[in-house]
């Protein structure tokens, strides 16, 4: 079974920094795809960062040139590193694989328990 572990989240002042981190436990083979995502109480889940296979990234317009996705050394890790924090970018931080593994030789979906970040003075 895969499941993906989450830490790094916290309180923070605005213009402060927090690394968040996501490790995908079990026999990972192949990762198609790691990203980040963020959800506010009755609001959508929304993507925050992505990182493909190929290490081509994207970013939501409104964390360009503060956020940083990253995928480590090995495939079942990613990170997100946030600078320049701000108020408005409280919320639950959820990381988000698909990959393969030795039991499922296919891509699959996976979703991690969820960092809360909060952003306040």
């Known amino acids: 079974q895969v499941q993906l572990v989450e830490s790094g989240g916290g309180l923070v002042q605005p213009g402060g920094s927090l690394r968040l981190s996501c490790v995908a436990s079990g026999s990972v083979t192949s990762v198609n795809a790691r990203s980040w995502y963020r959800q506010v109480p009755g609001e959508q889940r929304e993507l925050v960062a992505h990182?493909?296979?190929?290490?081509?990234?994207g970013y939501a317009e409104d964390v360009k040139g503060r956020f940083t996705i990253s995928g480590g050394n090995a495939i079942n890790t990613v990170y997100l590193q946030m600078n320049s924090l701000k108020p408005e970018d409280t919320a639950a931080y959820y990381c988000?694989?698909?990959?393969?593994?030795?039991?499922?030789?296919?891509?699959?979906?996976?979703w991690g328990q969820g960092t809360q970040v909060t952003v306040s003075s």
């Open positions: 988000y694989f698909a990959l393969m593994t030795t039991s499922a030789p296919y891509y699959r979906s996976y």
């Open positions: 990182i493909a296979s190929d290490n081509v990234t």
